[in-house]
């Protein structure tokens, strides 16, 4: 790369970074991706080692991985064991700070993947959301997001055995519940806030609200809606930028779906509406101001197939913890006007911003893999013309149609069940996670829990 191309593309860089930058040198770039669980990977490099024309390697088996490193042996798969490489290609759209490396001024860019021969690497989560955006780019739509991310900040929890217990705030107690969009419960944990923000700006990461949810130490960060790739990249930077916040503060910031027992769950509900690519109009609101079929149709689409893609919204044990009943998490696919109750819920808006709400995904999935299997599930409705039941009254805590899976195993059997939407996906995809989910489940059924110790050891 010639001097004059570096000088392009390090002038082209974010205004957030070289406002964050100020006039120091940049030391050091962190190529990454997403992987299966939505953890960045990738590889660091001095600054001068970086142009966005290189590119770098990884091997495929980090996609072979359960959450606890266990490598899954898949038949279908013959490369797993040679660790073939895939090739990352920087995406400088995505360049912005590492706020956290306080010392040296570091940038992060998200990488794409191929194969080494120039394929688009179908595993790959942010490839089989942008895979979701054609389908509906081939029928002139365009659909946009907005995510709200809850999770809980906790004292520091070094023992796994130990349950997770709430941070202590300013006035020096112990966090508590049911204090939901109180302002002095912000307030407890102002330092963590304050950092988020600071990091948040120096990322150029725009922040709609932020309020307290109803557990002990549960935050929401609601973000602007817009492209659905984009917003998964933000939620991916996101999480990596609230634990590092929490860790400069001497706490945790956990995205588990359910971390303790008695408090409500952690969810990642997604405000998802469609375009007309050509006219920008809302698909869902006719002329007249009124529901349109295509509204109807996403509904019902979501109906049938969110209960068969229900790994990807529920992706561990502990996600169907969040989803037992009860504690605004619900166990149902109904859909209803302004209900908080119902699993899609069509929150109150002008027509011209008619939206569905998904209020059923855990902040433990992968955010690319959530988005994807959710729009997947509208695409089907509209494609397929699926008409939804009729609306819900009052308060729906059971289900009365498609029902969600009660537990993992349920869930993967309906994912392996789930026809059409596969090859939305990609079947190739469908069929490494339900591999790597397959084998999680089976990995923790071999636990024994402190309540087996304790309730059964010495009584049974």
Not at 13 to 29: C, G, S, T
Not at 261 to 275: F, T
Request: proline share 7%; hydrophobic share 40%.
């Amino acid at each position: 790369m010639s001097s004059e191309i570096a000088a392009d593309w390090r002038e082209k860089l974010p205004v957030a970074f070289q406002a964050y930058r100020a006039d120091r040198r940049i030391e050091e770039v962190e190529c990454v991706i997403p992987d299966l669980v939505g953890q960045s990977r990738g590889k660091a490099m001095p600054f001068h080692k970086f142009n966005p024309e290189s590119r770098f390697h990884l091997p495929i088996s980090l996609f072979y991985q359960t959450i606890t490193g266990e490598w899954v042996d898949i038949e279908e798969i013959d490369q797993q064991w040679t660790e073939t490489d895939i090739i990352l290609v920087p995406d400088m759209s995505t360049a912005t700070a590492a706020p956290w490396a306080e010392e040296d001024v570091t940038l992060q860019v998200i990488c794409d993947l191929e194969t080494r021969q120039g394929e688009v690497l179908e595993v790959a989560p942010r490839n089989v959301l942008r895979r979701v955006i054609q389908r509906y780019a081939a029928k002139g739509w365009q659909p946009v997001v907005a995510p709200e991310l809850e999770f809980y900040l906790t004292k520091p929890n070094v023992d796994p055995n130990e349950p997770i217990e709430p941070p202590v705030g300013r006035t020096g107690r112990r966090g508590t519940g049911r204090q939901a969009y109180s302002m002095s419960a912000v307030d407890e944990y102002g330092p963590v806030i304050d950092t988020i923000y600071e990091y948040a700006e120096a990322q150029g990461l725009a922040i709609d609200t932020l309020i307290q949810e109803g557990g002990a130490g549960q935050i929401e960060i609601n973000l602007l809606h817009g492209d659905p790739l984009w917003l998964a990249d933000q939620v991916f930077y996101f999480k990596r930028t609230i634990r590092e916040a929490a860790l400069k503060n001497g706490m945790f910031a956990t995205f588990m779906a359910k971390p303790m027992r008695d408090e409500p769950g952690s969810a990642m509900h997604i405000h998802q509406s469609v375009l007309d690519a050509k006219t920008g109009r809302n698909i869902f609101t006719g002329e007249d101001g009124r529901e349109t079929p295509e509204f109807y149709h996403f509904i019902g689409g979501s109906q049938i197939y969110v209960q068969k893609l229900m790994p990807l919204f529920a992706p561990y044990i502990n996600s169907y913890r969040r989803l037992s009943g009860g504690l605004s998490a619900p166990t149902n696919l109904e859909w209803g006007a302004d209900n908080r109750t119902t699993g899609l819920r069509i929150p109150s808006s002008p027509a011209q911003h008619r939206r569905v709400e998904n209020r059923v995904i855990g902040i433990d999935s992968n955010p690319y893999l959530a988005i994807a299997g959710s729009l997947a599930a509208g695409y089907m409705g509209l494609v397929e013309k699926i008409e939804p039941r009729a609306p819900a009254v009052g308060e729906v805590w059971t289900e009365i149609g498609e029902t969600i899976p009660e537990g993992a195993y349920e869930a993967l059997a309906a994912f392996e069940e789930s026809g059409a939407v596969r090859e939305v996906l990609s079947e190739e995809f469908c069929a490494l996670y339900a591999a790597i989910k397959t084998a999680e489940v089976n990995e923790f059924r071999q636990e024994i829990s402190p309540w087996e110790r304790q309730h059964l050891m010495l009584n049974v």
